[in-house]
């Protein structure tokens, strides 16, 4: 096992033993092989660079590196955007945990070399993030690698396996060429990922967020701070955020457009399918700390004279987000509001029971405009765990879930 | 039955209602970002008027009188120049300044810039706690109490609260600093004195007029701000679009900041200078002689004012260390990881205050020793950390169209120049002659 910091730098020898030049970079190609180091970088002094392909290397130590070639069999060296330089992209640089759920910066990387063939290859193995690392990169030149090693040893290794290691790339035309994808990161969850973007400069969070897929996308934005939320639309074309905007809730979605500037809000919102862009506009109307801001439109509305069997079918063949339903509203024939039935009584009634009989004895609503503090005591007050919201005409428009007063309750912590 | 969903229901806009409630959203929207943005240039500049800060303008104040006020204007542009600069870096990179130097210049320069910091910020923090004592002790508080004391309030302030309250907190602080206005009226100075000497520059060929202003100089502007004031912008997430609020907040800042200066300076001229008394060594004594110059409660102000600057400083500078150190080096870092999250991060913040209190209860303990070093690293670290600053505020990589103008530069430059000549300056007398470089 090597470190990439006693790679670089190495002195380099070709197979008659005639000194060539120096270790300059280690170039990985992603594309081809994602953990190989594909080619290395010699400088010669004032000529010009050359590069060994990874077949081209005979054995290496700490400091050292034979080739198993002549020097006249070397290339000069060509910069490509679609190597990954171990020195300049990876070391010092910040690269995502994504076991760990963190960002983290890269001190060293650990290197396996496996003889094939009559060459050596070597592989990254994993990326020290630790003090072993910090250590090698402090007293390298300075002391011996072997002397390194030994007080390594005396250290507590910190490393994340690399194929936990998720790459960040600002650059979305330099990304593309080196073929990283974000793959690793949809895997993650939601509030995980709003965690680590929230940790990343502007220009890295764009980059991860124009490659995400637009559910990923969507479920991650909704956790991020408000803020950056709305510096994340600002910056992505409005068709794509017209997307990621469809598949959220649309009173998520009317939260986000409302921090945002009302050019920008009104460009993403025409990009929106009519439906999803109706929704979020009859939501904006409202004060964000009001019944209205607060409440999702996305409810289930029927009839009190359905039965149990009916309002079930109909949950099963309408699009009805059913995670978090905890119960559904009732009306009268004018459509006024008159209770709830919770969804455990729907799932304990009688087949034929009708809505009337399982509904909860006291209609508990607020109309659009009652304020937020009102809204908290009426939670704690009649331990509610949702609360429709009525207009003028006592007919609901909406639900304040419990989860949404929970969040604002952080907030204002 | 009529199961349906409610989007059926929910009404129409309309429309007037609807363009007013339009229109002062974009207003509120407007004020809400320059709340939000405010407060990182403000308080990074006031603490820069610490324990230490006070003292040298007490001196100046009882030595020379109203001579070096001219230097304040040059001062609050240099100020200005370099955190203006950083609070940039942070808007258009989102980065910190021990993140960027890390990035661009590799981790060995990075360790040295660190462990500068870790000296320059330690000698500061024993200030501090000094600062503390020795205003407690104009209230009959002995320091055996008040300095473990704040030691704990600094201590609890900073891990039990989130950063937006301790923010609230900070700013409340910046408010006290009134303190040095009222007591520099109750001093009755010569106003029109004062405003003549503050604009046109006058200069004198001697020693102890130079090292008043070259000590004035490395007070007034030191590194550790700069990694302060970027990380509170990048904190804020301040976009390329508020920047302008950003900059308003850093002028904000250092005009305050100097203003403050002026009054302290004013202060004791007008009541030691023209008594006689010139020959004070640090703060607390010029709000001992100004009780029966200008009346108990002018020294009791200066006091007042003395102990919240060494307060509000000691709970900024070991948080800030530890946090620029542990970002630099890639330790995890930051109030809202839990101990066994972050061990370095909380492990470094609480040696930096247990030792920097520490000290000073100690008896015969090496203060001037550790401020003498601590000056001195100072003298290597910020030029250190102002070319780096100059070398990445014009890369066009990391900065986009926001690297500094041709005409900018010059100014910035020129700064940076004079200040480090100045602080080597400052650094050399420190070593040579610790006395007269006020530390004696």
């Known amino acids: 096992m090597l470190h990439a910091t006693e790679m670089l730098g190495a002195e380099t020898y070709d197979a008659q033993g005639n000194f060539v030049g120096r270790v300059k970079e280690l170039f990985i190609e992603p594309g081809d092989q994602p953990n190989r180091i594909s080619s290395v970088l010699l400088s010669r002094g004032r000529f010009r660079p050359l590069v060994a392909r990874h077949d081209q290397l005979d054995s290496m130590t700490p400091g050292n590196l034979r080739l198993n070639t002549d020097e006249a069999h070397l290339d000069l060296y060509k910069a490509n955007e679609a190597w990954l330089a171990v020195g300049k992209d990876l070391l010092d640089q910040q690269i995502i945990d994504t076991n760990g759920r963190k960002v983290v910066r890269v001190n060293d990387l650990d290197l396996n070399d496996a003889r094939i063939n009559g060459s050596t290859e070597l592989r990254v193995t994993q990326v020290d993030v630790g003090l072993r690392g910090a250590l090698s990169r402090l007293l390298k030149g300075v002391v011996p690698h072997s002397l390194i090693r030994q007080l390594q040893q005396k250290l507590p290794q910190r490393s994340i396996p690399w194929e936990f290691v998720n790459l960040i790339e600002a650059d979305p035309l330099r990304r593309v060429k080196l073929r990283l994808t974000h793959d690793k990161l949809t895997q993650l969850h939601p509030a995980d990922l709003a965690d680590i973007i929230e940790d990343l400069s502007p220009a890295e969070r764009d980059s991860i967020f124009a490659s995400l897929d637009e559910t990923s996308a969507a479920e991650a934005l909704a956790e991020v701070d408000d803020r950056v939320k709305a510096q994340i639309i600002e910056q992505l074309p409005p068709d794509r955020a017209a997307n990621i905007m469809e598949e959220m809730p649309p009173d998520e979605a009317a939260d986000v457009m409302a921090d945002l500037s009302p050019e920008t809000s009104e460009r993403v919102l025409e990009a929106m399918q009519q439906k999803e862009a109706h929704d979020v506009r009859s939501l904006l109307r409202f004060e964000d700390d009001t019944a209205g801001g607060m409440m999702n439109t996305e409810c289930v509305v029927v009839g009190e004279d359905a039965t149990r069997d009916e309002v079930l079918e109909y949950l099963r063949t309408h699009e009805v987000p059913v995670d978090q339903l905890d119960s559904v509203v009732l009306i009268d024939l004018d459509a006024k509001f008159i209770g709830v039935v919770p969804a455990a009584r729907l799932i304990l009634a009688a087949s034929d029971a009708k809505m009337r009989v399982l509904k909860l004895d006291l209609p508990v609503s607020v109309p659009a405009n009652a304020k937020e503090k009102n809204i908290f005591e009426l939670f704690d007050r009649y331990n509610l765990r949702s609360l429709v919201v009525v207009d003028s005409d006592h007919r609901p428009i909406g639900v304040i879930a419990v989860d949404d007063v929970v969040s604002r309750l952080c907030e204002k912590r | ?440």
Request: with cysteine; glycine share 8%; charged share 10%.
């Open chain 2, 1 to 440: 039955m009529s199961p349906r969903s409610s989007r059926e229901i929910s009404g129409n806009g309309q429309g007037r209602l609807r363009s007013m409630w339009r229109h002062t959203r974009t207003m509120r929207r407007r004020l809400a970002i320059f709340l939000a943005v405010i407060g990182p240039g403000i308080i990074t500049s006031n603490v820069d008027n610490d324990a230490g800060g006070i003292t040298t303008y007490s001196v100046v104040g009882a030595q020379l009188g109203y001579a070096l006020l001219w230097s304040l204007i040059p001062m609050t542009i240099a100020l200005y120049v370099s955190e203006e600069m950083c609070a940039r870096m942070g808007v258009a990179t989102g980065k910190g300044l021990s993140d960027l130097i890390r990035e661009e210049f590799g981790f060995r320069s990075t360790f040295f810039v660190m462990a500068a910091a870790l000296l320059v910020d330690l000698g500061n923090t024993v200030a501090e706690f000094a600062g503390v004592a020795a205003s407690m002790q104009i209230f009959g508080v002995a320091k055996y109490l008040s300095v473990p004391l704040a030691g704990i309030i600094v201590w609890f302030l900073v891990l039990r609260g989130t950063y937006r309250q301790v923010e609230k907190i900070f700013l409340v602080a910046c408010v006290f600093y009134l303190a040095y206005f009222f007591s520099a009226v109750l001093a009755h100075p010569d106003w029109l004195h004062a405003a003549r000497a503050t604009v046109v520059p006058s200069f004198e060929w001697n020693q102890d007029y130079l090292l008043l202003l070259v000590g004035l100089v490395g007070t007034t502007i030191a590194p550790w701000q700069f990694f302060y004031l970027q990380a509170g912008v990048v904190e804020k997430r301040v976009s390329r679009k508020d920047y302008r609020h950003a900059r308003m907040d850093v002028l904000v800042g250092s005009i305050s900041c100097m203003v403050i200066v002026f009054f302290i300076i004013v202060c004791t001229a007008a009541t030691l200078h023209r008594s006689g008394v010139t020959h004070i060594t640090d703060a607390a004594q010029a709000a001992q002689a100004l009780v029966p110059l200008a009346g108990k409660y002018a020294g009791y102000l200066f006091a007042f004012g003395l102990l919240n600057a060494s307060l509000f400083a000691a709970s900024i500078l070991p948080l800030s260390t530890a946090h620029v150190i542990c970002e630099g080096l890639g330790f995890e870092a930051g109030i809202d990881n839990k101990f066994r999250e972050a061990p370095i991060f909380y492990s470094l913040y609480t040696a930096l205050i247990v030792v920097g209190g520490g000290v000073i209860l100690i008896p015969k303990a090496p203060l001037l020793k550790i401020l003498l070093l601590s000056q001195v690293a100072n003298g290597v670290w910020l030029p250190i950390v102002l070319v780096f600053i100059m070398l990445l505020i014009n890369r066009t990589d990391l900065m986009g169209n926001l690297t500094n103008t041709p005409a900018f530069n010059v100014v910035a430059w020129t700064m940076s120049v004079a200040m480090i000549i100045l602080t080597l300056i400052f650094a050399f007398v420190s070593v040579v002659s610790p006395a007269a470089a006020g530390l004696g």
